[in-house]
């Protein structure tokens, strides 16, 4: 078991079948995902579970940039979002109706409510993004993605998530891409991984976990890579996002108010603009920006 805090992802491959794998745990970076709210048991598991699993998927990025997986519903669970970058670093937050009673033990598939998606973003640093949106399918955020890989990627995939108020972690089986295995061989090795509890998920480094599940036929594991958590907010975005809210709704409320902030969903991070810096910001008092919308 580890005994240090540990934000790792490994890979590994079996070089006797066509299929790869990935392995990550994250205690120290979920630790800091979680204090920022006062998540609800059921909503910290699931969001856990979707930052493990943008861990996972986000290795594959072929380009520098970056990978957002975001679930949105209609209930009580409004929205899920966990991005992942090419320069390993990642991030989560959800949004909740924060009256609600969520320790009733209702699923997340109850949570969400009617008509919720699962849409997942790629992000380049340079060039145009792409985004897939489809209905959810699966009771679990593992059953959800591992029906979007078959179905969007044509890819078998196998997909195990867990997360606990002290850690997030996830185990991933992949046929490579372009190559054919036996139905027996994937059986074998996704009956193997079925076995893994979500203690064992959260508590095992890969490399106690990959001898426990496969030491019969043991994978070959590569050097692992640290995942750290890093927020991308900065006050340029938020100027942004005031410009694009317009000078006249900005105006009344710094008229109202004396200044407005906007906290990062993310981080915590407080950003506060007052009447100077929204002046700076349109480039006129705020006697004419309310004025343009009383006449």
């Not at 890979?11 to 006797?16: K, L, P, T």
């Not at 790869?20 to 204090?35: A, P, T």
């Not at 998530?161 to 059986?187: C, N, V």
């Not at 105006?251 to 407005?260: C, F, L, R, T, Y």
Request: with cysteine.
């Amino acid at each position: 078991m580890t005994t240090q805090p540990a934000n790792l992802r490994t890979r590994f491959i079996f070089d006797n079948q066509p299929v790869r794998g990935l392995h990550v745990q994250l205690q120290s970076v979920w630790q800091h995902i979680v204090q920022r709210k006062p998540y609800p048991a059921a909503i910290r598991s699931a969001l856990g579970e979707l930052l493990s699993a943008g861990a996972l998927l986000s290795s594959n990025l072929k380009l520098p940039g970056k990978l957002i997986l975001q679930i949105q519903g209609q209930g009580d669970l409004k929205m899920l979002v966990a991005e992942t970058d090419s320069n390993h670093s990642c991030r989560a937050t959800a949004r909740w109706n924060e009256q609600a009673n969520l320790d009733d033990g209702r699923s997340l598939i109850e949570l969400l409510g009617e008509n919720a998606v699962f849409g997942i973003t790629l992000q380049p640093n340079e060039g145009e993004p792409w985004q897939g949106i489809v209905p959810l399918e699966g009771s679990s955020i593992a059953e959800m993605l591992s029906a979007y890989m078959r179905r969007s990627e044509q890819l078998d995939t196998h997909i195990s998530l867990a997360a606990s108020e002290h850690a997030a972690a996830g185990l991933l089986l992949q046929r490579l891409p372009e190559q054919q295995i036996d139905a027996d061989a994937w059986t074998y090795y996704t009956t193997l991984a079925d076995t893994v509890t979500p203690q064992e998920l959260i508590e095992l480094d890969a490399q106690h976990l990959l001898y426990r599940l496969f030491h019969e036929t043991p994978p070959r594991v590569f050097e692992p890579e640290q995942i750290e958590f890093a927020c991308t907010c900065s006050r340029g975005k938020v100027s942004d996002m005031l410009l694009l809210l317009g000078g006249q709704e900005v105006g009344n409320i710094v008229a109202e108010q004396g200044s407005i902030a906007i906290n990062c969903d993310f981080c915590g991070e407080k950003y506060v603009f007052d009447d100077t810096d929204v002046q700076a910001l349109f480039g006129m008092e705020i006697e004419a920006m309310t004025g343009q919308q009383l006449q």
